[in-house]
């Protein structure tokens, strides 16, 4: 039997020599490259904590100590260690979600997968243990990544107030978070890493003064009281001890040995600890290791020997975006280009090849990219700033009150928009046509295929006085769907075909082929629809209301909350116009939503072509004050 099948919790872990130690860490290593190769997943970020998470099962007592990961993408090694060691449904349906889960283990505290938070949260427990009399340890593992966003310093703030307050910080130093870390912090981790540590420094000179005669001991004494001006010169760890924070490291993050004596001493310490330990992203593979993109921060399902994609996948809306943003870029010198510490995940991989001077990474810090936007942009250029959609409600603030209060020209391009799939609840961008739906001046752009995507994005790099927001799915973009008339803004992907045609069906973005579908189906019923894409879903189009009064029922479908959604929009705008036409909205619950593939969850919230059908057919007849035809009639939550 393997040193891994043994372990069902921590605890298993005790009675291990450390040469058996150094076994399991190779069997975990192979265990993740052989599984996640299946499924996809965070690879490289968890073949990096191996050695660290044993040390820290084996030093802290979890679930009674309460060890959070900043983001939880690395967590893999930690659900191995907690008894979850069926990995054959990673990040799909009913399987092991990719993020802790507090669903599938007490050892899980904290779901969120948006980085910087991890500190905050370990402040909150700690100062909740304190006040509850609770003698337990709070552990709060966060990236140098992380570490870039504003939160993380906040968060340090204020657990630096508290000397007698236990908290742990496991700085996990791999200089990457997607991508190599950038930024001033960076910079100041690359220093300690590359510097002999003055705890080490002071110790040989202990020894050599402690056998000095008479006043060996006194200078040693005055040496180690001018220690903050020491510390400057041989390892410049002030930073974070200036804040009152005691500072371990760097430490050996593959040397399980070393990081259990630190973190000994951390846990013994009793106030606010730093362990800063250094590890390799990736390490143990090759492949992980040769691949200086993002050594392999996630995969999609791959050959475990080689590291290659099993399948070629076909264009995706990233690279779409990735390609046009690159010819608008020639055109147009005052574009420039800002990511939040994701170059390549948001496709603006070849415009910084090409342009190198006119991207801009502001790390893990989506408030500062915005409000550096708008100052961009005030300055006489144009930036886009390409984010996933679930982290621009991060800076919502900044682009209500700085972007669009001072009229800036500024693109935001939501990636990842919509049901997302396999990373879960906190990755869904189901929020964002709600929230920017309150931001005045604001204009908000929906594709329906690469197309599209193309021509809006020019349209929205053209406005110069107000914030514009082009947002799209994740995956394959699908073929065309073409056009067969223009109302207004809109364009009219099918014709009803009669005078006084049933339904309008709005369609928002990737989902027209969904409504399309609906329609057909609704066709065999002998009910006529019309089916529109709006393109601009903000403002309302103002011939969208005229249009309706023409129906006898307007239908609206959107991969979005239906809270506060386009659907929403557009039924305030037919009562401003004093048109009275019955309006269903469908979209997506205001609910979590679990992991799963995107057509899975879709299907699940009833956003489907068949779904959609059955519920206008079931409300067309009621209107008409007879039943539904058998098998299509029914109500569902996804009407109002």
């Known amino acids: 039997m393997s040193l891994l099948t043994g372990v069902s919790g921590p605890r298993d872990l005790d009675g291990l020599t450390p040469e058996e130690l150094v ?27 191996v050695e660290l998470t044993i040390a820290l099962h084996r030093v802290f007592e979890s679930p009674a100590d309460r060890v959070l990961w900043d983001t939880g993408h690395q967590s893999y090694v930690h659900k191995l260690l907690t008894g979850r060691q069926d990995f054959s449904g990673l990040r799909t349906r ?104 003055y705890e080490r420094w002071l110790e040989r000179g202990r020894q050599v003064l402690n056998r000095t005669p008479v ?22 760890q002030g930073m974070f001890e200036d804040l009152g924070i005691k500072y371990l490291g760097p430490i050996d993050g593959h040397d399980i040995q070393a990081l259990e004596s630190a973190l000994q001493r951390a846990k013994r310490f009793g106030g606010p600890v730093i362990v800063h330990c250094l590890t390799e992203k990736g390490r143990g593979y090759q492949p992980a290791r040769d691949d200086q993109a993002d050594q392999f921060h996630a995969v999609g399902v791959i050959h475990p020997d080689t590291g290659l994609p099993v399948s070629a996948s076909g264009a995706d809306w990233t690279s779409v975006f990735g390609d046009e943003i690159v010819r608008i870029g020639r055109e147009r010198p005052d574009l420039v280009a800002i990511t939040a510490a994701m170059l390549r995940p948001v496709g603006l991989k070849r415009f910084a090849e090409e342009f190198p001077e006119r991207v801009f990474d502001v ?59 396999p990373d879960g609840a906190s990755h869904h961008g189901m929020w964002d046509m709600s ?72 369609s928002v973005g990737a989902l027209a082929p969904v409504c399309l579908e609906a329609a057909d189906l609704l066709d065999r019923q002998g009910i006529s629809a019309t089916v529109v894409d709006p393109r601009w879903v903000k403002p309302v189009d103002p011939e969208l209301p005229a249009l309706a009064a023409e129906h006898r029922v307007i239908v609206t479908v959107e991969d979005n909350s239906r809270a506060g959604g386009v659907g929403s929009a557009i039924a305030q705008a037919l009562r401003d116009a004093d048109v009275e036409v019955p309006l269903r909205d469908f979209g997506i619950p205001e609910r979590f939503l679990d992991h799963g593939s995107r057509n899975e969850v879709l299907a699940e919230v009833g956003l489907t072509g068949p779904d959609i059908a059955r519920q206008v057919t079931g409300l067309v007849a009621r209107l008409e004050g007879r039943l539904a035809p058998a098998g299509l009639g029914g109500d569902s939550a996804h009407h109002v």
């Open 215 to 236: 006043v060996g001991r006194q200078l040693y004494g005055t040496l180690h009281g001018a220690k903050k001006g020491l510390k400057d010169v041989i390892a410049p």
């Open 435 to 506: 929230i920017l739906q309150v931001v005045p001046g604001l204009r908000l752009a929906a594709p329906r295929d690469a197309d599209q995507l193309r021509a809006q994005l020019r349209e929205a790099v053209e406005v110069k006085d107000a914030p514009t927001v082009v947002r799209y799915s994740r995956g394959k973009v699908g073929t065309p769907v073409p056009a067969v008339g223009r109302i207004g803004g809109m364009d009219v992907l099918r014709e009803a075909g009669s005078d006084r045609p049933d339904v309008l069906l709005v």
């Open 363 to 421: 790390g893990i810090a989506e408030q500062h990219g915005a409000v550096s936007a708008a100052g961009l942009a005030t300055g006489g250029l144009h930036p886009v700033f390409a984010v996933y959609a679930t982290f621009l409600n991060r800076a919502f603030d900044q682009l209500l009150m700085d972007v669009a209060l001072h009229r800036c020209g500024v693109t935001f391009v939501l990636d990842r928009a919509g049901i997302t799939g």
């Open 94 to 197: 009913d399987g092991l979600s990719g993020y802790p889960s507090r669903q599938e283990s007490e050892h899980d505290v904290i779901e969120n997968s948006h980085a910087s938070t991890v500190l905050g949260w370990a402040d909150g427990l700690a100062k909740a243990n304190q006040l509850r009399g609770i003698d337990r340890h709070v552990v709060a593992v966060t990236g140098d990544g992380a570490l870039t966003g504003g939160m993380a310093w906040e968060a340090l703030n204020n657990i630096a107030g508290a000397k007698d307050r236990p908290l742990v910080i496991v700085v996990n130093d791999n200089e990457r978070s997607y991508a190599p870390t950038i930024g001033g912090l960076a910079n100041h981790l690359a220093t300690l890493r590359t510097t002999d540590g």
């Open 23 to 49: 076994e399991l860490a190779g069997e975990i290593r192979a265990f993740l490259i052989q599984e996640v190769s299946k499924t996809g997943g965070h690879l490289g970020p968890n073949l990096g904590v």
